[in-house]
């Protein structure tokens, strides 16, 4: 049973080319004030249902880009649209609180029955942003403030004279001399230390002033993964010690390490359990913390709820960030020492949002009722088992699929990617890139096997149409 | 008539002290998920209304504070409550858009009507964001691409191979070499871009890597002002000096002058419009761009809907940012150039967001319905008169009385100011601090003659208390 049986449509309809004639004036009238250059489809978020997104020409597609990645249970979800008319959501949009300086009594309540039901495995504790890229960059600073304490000597050691008034003037040792360390092809988000340490794209990077922080090589893993077994394993090994290396000798020494489990932005690239087994190991013997990035991973896509879960982690990551399909954003961490030594270090107006914390718990609560982390598992596979068949049928179109048993995460390379997308919407599906050549699947956790079977059908008359 | 008359209390009650014996208990099990140390007031927003904040303790306290600057119209507003319940906005809570790729049918229209009927003279443009921090941020990002275009040769000029390679480095001159120059005292947010541009307190910048941007003096005004004329003037003119050798003279040259109409954060620190018209002719000589940040002073609390209209320039600043009292955030501008000459370079997932736009929609339409800008220029006006004669009856107690003409936004140096701050509560007031010695006022726009003589009674008998 689909969460949206009789309810959204049973196939995309395709009236007009995307955009369509209303589409496109819509988008210059809208231009005048908003810049449409990466306008990939004007929205009719009324006429959307479920899996299906609907545009002002009529064609509804479906979605499996899902506002890249961020749509977690369907479109007008009943369910959702309930929890969202409730007083206590609206009370919290009309009252938003300054969360650190003046809670509101139900914010303890909103944590525990929300976002720390699911906290990942060993941490619990929350502190609350409101997108990935702040998420992460809150994280960093929770590295940074805990690496200087430890280097300070402990927890309640206090800052000098010197450290005072230096930091004023954005110079050591005020103003640490660290950084951290990410990968190659990581995407971490936009701000300024987030784009530092992100490595995917030239176009998000260029012209911004960034820190000289380290990147180390992520491993490329080469695919079929069983018939390059030792050539992956080295592959990892060596992206090992390029970390331990970099955490060893580089100029400002990283407080900690940030991965994502699979690379999303920057291609679609999977690593091993054991690699990120390894890099635990790794930050633990090196004092460093780690962070793992889950804020396009998370929330059941994998067919866990956290994508870190595969790795089977003995200690649990430091800190882990999340935000899209939670539709709101932080970082969960275990370690009280992460809770900086004095108030107002790790502080800001609203420090997160009670709204979207009300939105995530709802999620939480229609994932759970429906199953759907386990659903997205199952569907996942079927749909990886399609893939398969098509890239046997069509050499050279569905090149290096991965994904294998990670939900609906799932990606293959195609030599006229650019084209490849584009061409899916006259096909009757929205579907995103990522990287150089990756056509990415994000489905939401509603999607089903029926839903497979027509993405599947559109994926072979897009290769069909490039014959 | 107030928009609270007979729904708000006529009087503050204080049954307890602050926080009373519930409010310990609630805020001890808060601790043991979310770091409560910089908690003030644990709230009972249910049981706020208007301009009164009331705690689970029955205490009702006037609040000049207001969610550090950022409650608009008073809590509870019922006009507010009847806007959140439509069907749009529970529409737009559950169908979140990446606005960059698939904006919404309506969102030209939700900006038309809302964000940009308010938007600064000279500015028809908006980049939305999610809080002032990012907002100051994507306005850097802003200016560094447009100053970068300009060294290139101009708005069309393509990128180098060396600076797409350098770019993913970290290093120039892909990662440009310039700076955002902002003032002593400043606050512009704290995430990595925007706290190198912050230089208001240590305990932000504690061991935070920064970037190595130049500061300006900010003219220390002395008050009273008719009394030290010539000696403000030379302060402001030394101060425009300073700007203007750090932007011919700084290793990282600035793209872009942030400051705030009134340091806020900072110590409610002002400067006349004389100065702030000198800085745009600055700006202008040398093709730097002028960012105003105005996520405190915006939104009608100086008596103006931005506080830059105080200083009647002749042609508007180039960036103009906001949040708080929004309830969303962004920046306006004009300059289509200021638009980076390629898709994707100003970009993130949500980019902003519908829901907090139409609310921002219903909290432009009660302020104009109910002349709240004009009126706060008048309470301001009333309060500020009060307070003169507090000055005169208390002397040493209300120093450097500052915001004559500045609506509400009105600050003064106290000797003992923790103490002030936190006593207020005891006699019925929710009142904040900023920089190292002032009380800084914050009311909402909803504050009346009625209660500026409830706050003057009480900032009587608290300073009679340190008699």
Redesign the interface.
């Known amino acids: 049973m689909g969460l949206f049986d009789g309810v959204e449509p049973s196939a995309p309809t395709v009236k007009t080319e995307v955009p369509g004639p209303k589409s496109k004036e819509?988008i210059a009238?809208?231009d005048?004030?908003?810049?449409?250059?990466?306008?990939?489809?004007?929205?009719?978020?009324?006429a959307?249902i479920g899996n299906y997104?609907a545009d002002?020409d009529g064609n509804v597609l479906l979605d499996v880009y899902a506002?890249?990645a961020?749509?977690p249970v369907g479109?007008?979800?009943p369910y959702?649209?309930e929890a969202?008319?409730s007083d206590e959501?609206?009370?919290?949009?009309?009252?938003?609180?300054?969360?650190?300086?003046?809670?509101?009594?139900n914010?303890?309540s909103i944590?525990?029955s929300g976002l720390?039901k699911v906290a990942p495995k060993g941490l619990?504790?929350?502190?609350t942003a409101?997108?990935?890229?702040?998420a992460n960059?809150l994280a960093?600073?929770a590295a940074?403030?805990w690496?200087?304490?430890q280097q300070r000597g402990g927890y309640n050691v206090d800052?000098t004279e010197e450290?005072?008034?230096s930091?004023?003037?954005?110079?050591s040792p005020?103003?640490?001399?660290?950084?951290i360390l990410s990968f190659k092809t990581a995407f971490h988000?936009?701000?300024?230390?987030?784009l530092?340490t992100t490595?995917s794209k030239?176009?998000?990077?260029?012209?911004?002033?960034?820190?000289?922080?380290p990147?180390a090589t992520f491993p490329l893993l080469k695919y079929p993964l069983e018939e390059h077994v030792e050539e992956n394993r080295k592959a990892e090994q060596d992206a090992l010690a390029e970390v331990e290396h970099l955490i060893k000798t580089w100029h400002?020494p990283p407080a900690a390490v940030i991965v994502e489990p699979i690379q999303s932005e920057g291609g679609d690239n999977h690593a091993s359990p054991e690699f990120f087994r390894g890099l635990r190991e790794l930050t633990k013997k090196h004092d460093v913390l780690l962070i793992v990035d889950e804020v396009q991973t998370g929330v059941g896509a994998t067919g866990k709820f956290w994508a870190h879960e595969h790795w089977n982690l003995t200690t649990p990551p430091d800190l882990v960030t999340f935000?899209?399909k939670a539709?709101t954003a932080g970082y969960y961490f275990g370690n009280t020492e992460l809770?900086p030594n004095?108030?107002?270090?790790?502080?800001?107006?609203?420090m997160g949002d009670p709204?979207r914390a009300l939105?995530f718990r709802a999620i939480i609560e229609e994932i759970e009722k429906n199953d759907l982390v386990s659903k997205t598992a199952r569907v996942g596979d079927y749909l990886y088992g399609k893939l398969e068949a098509l890239a046997t049928k069509y050499p050279g179109q569905f090149l290096n699929l991965r994904g294998k048993g990670q939900g609906t995460f799932i990606a293959f390379d195609n030599p006229k990617r650019d084209e490849f997308v584009k061409k899916a919407k006259s096909f009757g599906v929205n579907i995103g890139g990522s990287g150089a050549s990756a056509v990415r699947l994000r489905p939401m956790l509603t999607f089903e096997e029926k839903h497979a079977d027509i993405l599947i059908d559109a994926l072979e008359r897009i290769v069909k149409s490039f014959a």
């Open positions: 819509q009238d809208l005048k004030v908003f810049d449409t250059r990466a306008v990939n489809m004007l929205t009719d978020y009324k959307s997104i002002p506002q890249i961020s749509i479109y007008n979800n959702l649209k969202m008319k959501v609206v009370d919290s949009l009309i009252n938003r609180p300054a969360l650190g300086n003046f809670p509101s009594t914010w303890a944590l525990r720390l619990n504790q929350v502190f409101l997108a990935g890229s702040d960059e960093y600073k940074f403030i690496k200087r304490q800052f450290e005072l008034l930091s004023m003037n954005n110079q005020g103003a640490s001399e660290l950084s988000g936009r701000l300024f230390g987030s530092s490595r030239p176009i998000h990077k260029l012209d911004i002033p960034a820190f000289d922080w990147q400002l935000s899209k539709q809770r004095k108030a107002y270090r790790q502080f800001n107006t609203w709204t939105l």
